[in-house]
């Protein structure tokens, strides 16, 4: 069985900084995968904010120059590095991956690649909360 154990959410003031861990289980991830962080608060919409896979990242404007996705093979663990956090970044985090070795949306479907339901696989969320 597939699974991603999330780690590293906690409560922050504004400013500070934060790093999400996402440890895959069951599967390595693969180049040819892609994977990303989605976040999500009471009464609104899931929404991404990081993806990475087929040779690029993608970022939501919301966190552009503040929040970095990377990818540690040898660990198997994936990374949201989140600088300069606002109150406006308050949120449920959860990693996503999709395992379909398929780049063929994320690279040219802009609206598909930040669909969450194109992603199969979920970690189970963490909580982040800026304080301002």
């Known amino acids: 069985v597939q699974a991603q154990v999330q780690s590293g959410g906690g409560s922050v003031q504004a400013g500070g900084s934060l790093r999400l861990s996402c440890a895959a289980s069951g599967y390595r991830y693969s180049s040819s995968y892609v994977m990303g962080w989605f976040r999500q608060v009471p009464g609104k919409e899931r929404e991404g904010v990081a993806l990475?896979?087929?040779?690029?990242?993608f970022y939501a404007d919301s966190v552009k120059g503040r929040f970095t996705i990377s990818l540690d093979s040898a660990k198997n663990t994936l990374y949201l590095q989140m600088n300069s956090l606002k109150p406006e970044d308050t949120a449920m985090y959860s990693c996503?991956?999709?395992?379909?070795?398929?780049?063929?949306?994320?690279?040219?479907?802009?609206?598909?690649?930040?669909?969450?339901?194109?992603?199969?696989?979920w970690g189970q969320g963490t909580q982040v909360t800026v304080s301002s």
């Open positions: 996503a991956a999709d395992l379909r070795s398929t780049c063929r949306f994320y690279t040219y479907d802009t609206f598909s690649r930040w669909t969450p339901s194109k992603y199969a696989y």
């Open positions: 990475t896979g087929c040779g690029t990242t």
